[in-house]
């Protein structure tokens, strides 16, 4: 397993993503492509108190750097010699097993469609983070990549994410949901009310397992494996989730912090606290493929610190291996929707 | 103050609305009419120990219910001896102050926009329930009433959410955000983008003080006083919150009975808890106004227990003191928007 790292995306880069990758290669042994700037990754090498990259580690050298307020539909083409656009090229080229970049999510999404390019038949490509819901968890598709979706793009979307469940997840029939404002079949603003129709079809055909509208908080108790939803509202409800845990530890940090008696409480829980945070941290899941794009293109969090990369460098090796693209490919023939305007 | 009260409406009526009533009289004084099955009301208050309603309270006999299974967009006309149709006929006929029903969401809406009208000028009523968040709460305005929305719509939502946030909450200068996926000016779908520079004329031109986009986690941690959203994406952050709200809950209560010690430290912590509890939730709130609508129409949850509707009981007069309606009256001229094919 070879993978190739964008070690000049994020905040915090390349100190955080040199010491993830560290982190990952000597807990995993897999091999590990920094791209970027050599002088800048060897010096934070060094900060991360290595002489030496470990065998199995290297450098590609790549002299521009994508920046956020760079325009995320041209960046990639306008910036050839960028670590993003050297790092797609190189998955493409089979230069490695998957691409991990933590940089502006536009700029590689554009990227990953037109270098690495969508599987053949899909028309849009979605980002599917797994959720932490009251059944294990659930993977929102799409959550940011699609804002503007029609229902046939619903539709590939729940075939996306139902081969992900199961690829990835191991669960052997995901429960597909349609994520919507009212659980009834008729409930829904007209872009729902025209999925709907399709996603039961895929059901009735078996090609889903398809259990109809689920709310965004019958979804968060557990009411399905997969969440159908347009890139704006998934994103909408991603970010909700996010805010809200943030919200409540703080809360509950002063509640904890309020007394003498509160602080030997927090005491006593504080490792199952820890355990509740960590099971809430989106750091904990790490990265999350694009969807529907013909290579494993990995996006880490912006913010992603060292434990962040590590992981998602683990989450992109596992979705390398799980077989996801294949099984798409394979089973592209009744994914494949003609919309409007355009063509196949 | 005379408030009506749908005392046939959500899943525990009579009972709770009954009880609700009783409560929120004894302790605000205000007048209550109770609308519904006579026979029924009179055997809730008796289940509640009451042998005659108190002064101040009387019932009015309306013989049908509107029922969840209901078709919202016509229950109200076919069922013209509904407790929901009898009630919003009252506030519309100055009966009462104003109307609080538990029932079908949809025909309360339906009912509200044909029976008591909405305000001339206001294209689309919006639901604005104030969601908790680090700076206090705020504002989400549309979350449901109004799903499939144009830019004009979302620019009335601004209004109308700033006029609340300065009347009902009590904000001098609200600070208006448009909920969208990204921070930036050019983010967002394309309601969004095209929402963008209504409301940033808005702004510029004094009628609100529109701080631009802002994101779901960034919203949570006090970002803005009012969202302004479509009733889609705005139900699934509504809906989120109530989740994950719940999960957390549901996992703090799961961790704090792991243990002999865990349970000490939740004794130790439990009414600090129950305040935090409190914060969240959403019975405490009680009630949302139908904004936009001409008369005080509040929309209490379908679960509300004896609380909820004693807590939407005094949110209902609150809101019908607060002069808001009056101000969108006042200020409507800059508000007027034309929609494509259709007319003023």
Redesign the interface.
Known sequence: MKIILDAMGGDNAPMAAVQGALNAHRDSGYDIVLVGREEEIRKALIACGETALPTGMEIRDAREVVEICDDPATAFKRKKDSSLTVGLTMVKNGEGDAFVCAGSTGALLSGATLVTKRIRGIRRAAMAPVI???SGGAVLCDC?AT??CTPEYLLQFAFLGSFYAKRVMGIETPRVGL?N?GAEDSK???L?LAAFPLLKAAGDAGHINFVGNV???????GGADVLV?????G??????????????L???KG??F?ST??K???L??KK??K??KK??DPSEVGGTPFLGVSKPVIKAHGSSDAKAFANAILRAAEYAESGFIADIEANIGYMKVQSEGEKM
Chains 1, 2 share one sequence.
């Open positions: 932490p819901t009251a940011g804002a503007d994520l404002i829904g603003d007209a729902r709310e965004a908080n019958t979804a968060m108790m939803s347009d890139g704006f509202s994103n909408i409800m991603l970010k909700s989730l996010e805010g809200v845990g943030k919200f409540l703080q809360e509950l509640m904890f309020k008696p509160n030997m409480a927090a006593i829980v199952d606290m355990e509740l099971k809430l």
